[in-house]
């Protein structure tokens, strides 16, 4: 009984920053805009202010000054919601995971820039692939993705693999566990020829969904995560890269109930390690 009011207490304070910032935009923010715009137009841009810009940005300070203490089991969308499961990771440079994701077929997505976001909106408009599009931004460890590649389905417009990395730290001289991961380290940029362990969420994209809390559009997840590692690591050794696994257990098997509508995602709750290089059987940690 105790558990399960702790949990409704800390389900309710996620709403928290929703209901001060909507409180302030209906007090202050949208009469000052109806004073300089049409009424429809103030609403319009009192709710992007509201749901695109201050919403996320009070939940990630938040996120900032009270982070996890433990590995997080799971990424989070920039207004704080659960979003796809830490499920696989690769140990190399970020050169050597770039040459080894590229030769199993996938694209590096470019970052988001002015540029980027114009060449995918006209490229939707004209039904034209854009296999490097921006992904949307998650967060892990406070920050959002280092690197994220995509593999267009064929066939399919609005589906697509993905996967993306968080740089990490780990103690060479242990054997990797989840203690062993120095996450909170955040000096990455400064490291690119240094073999990292690249912390990863892969998910598969199968279509477009509401998302409940705002309105917002999102990619409707495909519950199945675990198959999409598992289909990353085949394209990776279809392509005759060799590996070593290591499976570390984070948690027990559990679902999400992702920020789309009617969306869920299941985990078996294992990080997949791959160290490229010679290959030598699978172990568990």
């Known amino acids: 009984m105790f558990s399960y009011i702790w949990r409704f207490i800390k389900r309710f304070a996620v709403l928290i920053p929703g209901i001060i910032i909507a409180y302030f935009s209906v007090k202050d923010i949208y009469p000052w805009l109806d004073e300089t715009l049409i009424t429809p137009v103030a609403i319009l841009v009192t709710y992007i202010l509201a749901a695109y810009v201050l919403i996320p940005a009070l939940i990630r300070l ?102 993306r990395f968080w740089a990490t730290t780990y103690d060479k001289t242990a054997p990797l566990t989840v203690e062993s ?48 590692r598992k289909f990353i690591i085949d394209c990776l050794r279809g392509a005759g890269q060799t590996m070593d696994t290591t499976i570390l257990k984070l948690d027990d098997p559990y679902g999400l109930t992702n920020r789309g509508w009617r969306a869920s995602l299941h985990t078996d709750g294992n990080l997949h390690v791959i160290s490229l290089g010679k290959p030598r059987a699978s172990k568990k940690l």
């Open 62 to 163: 938040y996120r900032t000054v009270f982070p996890a203490r433990h590995l997080p089991l799971y990424s989070v969308t920039p207004d704080g919601f659960a979003s796809d499961p830490v499920n696989i990771a690769i140990i190399g440079t970020r050169s050597e995971i770039v040459q080894a994701m590229e030769k199993a077929g996938w694209y590096v997505a470019d970052k988001k820039t002015p540029q980027s976001l114009l060449k995918m909106c006209a490229n939707a408009l004209s039904n034209r692939p854009y296999r490097n599009a921006p992904m949307s931004s998650l967060y892990l460890f406070g920050r959002k993705q280092d690197i994220g590649f995509e593999l267009p389905i064929k066939g399919a417009r609005n589906h697509r693999h993905h996967v």
């Open 181 to 228: 991961i120095h996450w909170h380290q955040q000096e990455y940029e400064k490291m690119t020829k240094k073999k990292l362990l690249w912390i990863g969420a892969a998910s598969r994209d199968a279509g477009l969904t509401i998302i409940r809390h705002n309105g917002q559009m999102t990619h409707m997840m495909d519950p199945d995560t675990n198959a999409e």
